[in-house]
């Protein structure tokens, strides 16, 4: 059985098209208007599959086909949402192979032992609030009703407040919860975002490890004064704080920490943000990863300490807030085995490989069995309008996702083996 490429292809310029930043990328924040057009599109596409749809309190969807099969599921999806100026591949190339795999077993008629479960999550990128993979830390438990009314946006509307603006029951959120036995496996097919398999020259990855990651805020408060008349040595000036802090955590996370750790600065607000101003206050977020936490536990601590350090030396008032973590995790033996077994079988050029990404998948791996399935990112570049995966390996990654679906959820003439 294969994917039925042209037949995605159709799915994904349609749903491409849907952002709010048309010839520059992706932007489709989930609870936007683009989300709800998106979400529209795919829930025409389950209804036509018959699938048992449910869209939880923080809009995730779940799309269930063989509801009838009193078995555990196998979970395939991934997620819709985008960030800012991103690329098409992200999130959506999962997505939208999930839906295709479900399309080829109904049209072929498969006899399947278990059912088969289409998941689309929210809000992973944390495009709206700055924490990644909400919806499935609340589809997991992991998050729950007073986080979704402590997380806010930039103009302090809270995730509850959001999400119940756009017509989810956000006051179900414990009642959603995934129960632990009622997945028996979840894949995850997702773009690499990197440029291991391009440079490696292969055209699938078998995860065996995701990242974890912390999201700091910091926040520093000087004294605004004229930028002309202040003489250096009687500023107190949070830009300038925020620049030795930012420089120091690079230089950390590149000579300190483990060669697998990263830092990042992308986002950064200025007030009253005027060339000749010296500001007020500078707020800002570092972004740390690594497969190992010892490498997270390196640059949280050096943050925490030139933070302390900067607000004393230039006299401004400083907070460092964990707003988002997750720990790293390393994924299913038993599925990543299913997963290289097929690769193998069908002649796919394939490598074992970890994430610096984080994912949904990695949500989920306190409940079930998990496993991802990599496509190569020409020139590594994601996040970006110059996100580019080919097609013949989205049909190839997709194909393999399948086969993998065929070897847990197909009944067997011999064994009409079920695992649980
Ligand atoms: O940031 C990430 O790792 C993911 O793309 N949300
Ligand atoms: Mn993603
Ligand atoms: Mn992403």
Redesign the pocket.
Known sequence: MNINLKRMLNDFSTIVSFTRTPNNGCTRFSYSYEDRQTREYLISQMKDLDLSIKVDAVGNIRAKYGMEIKKTSIMIGSHIDTVENGGKY?GLSGVLVALEIIRVLKEEQVAISHPIELIIFAE???SNFGV?MLGSKVLTGKYGTADLKRIKNGEGVSAYDIAKSFGLSVDHVEKDVLENEEVDAMIELHIE?GAVLETQNKSVGIVQAIAGMKTFKINLEGDSNHAGTTPMDLRQDPMAGAATIISHIRQVAKTQALPTTVATVGKIICQPNMPNVIPQRVEFFVDVRDVDSEGIDLIANALTEKVNAVTTEDNLQGKIELIGESNPVKLSSRITHAIEETASEYGYNYMRMNSG??HDAAMMTDLTDVGMIFIPSMEGKS?SPDEYTRQEDIKSGGDLLLQVIEKLAVKTKETNQTSR
Request: net charge negative.
């Open positions: 992200d992973e990128e944390g990644t975002q990404a984080v996040h």
